[in-house]
């Protein structure tokens, strides 16, 4: 059965720009070494409130290990509030 994953976070006032780098980035590595195609989304009303969501995840264990190295790799915690 496959599995979805919704990340949200709130990113810094002033890393906006820095983030979208790193979430295309982020992206594009899962794709590679998953096959999955996350999107990004934002809340209408509050900019700083983002959403990951990785649809159609066949083995979660391995994607979820894939997602923290690749957020690590690409210290994306500096860009978070």
Do not use: N
Not at 26 to 35: A, F, P, T
Not at 49 to 70: K, N
């Amino acid at each position: 059965m496959a599995t979805s994953f919704y990340v949200y976070y709130r990113v810094a006032q002033d890393a906006h720009a820095l983030a979208q780098q790193r979430v295309a980035a982020l992206l594009e590595h899962l794709r590679i070494h998953s096959g999955v195609r996350g999107r990004l989304m934002k809340k209408c009303g509050e900019r700083d409130l983002w959403m990951e969501v990785y649809d159609g995840v066949g083995d979660a264990a391995r994607f979820e290990a894939l997602l923290v190295s690749g957020g690590q790799a690409l210290a994306f915690d500096e860009v978070l509030m």
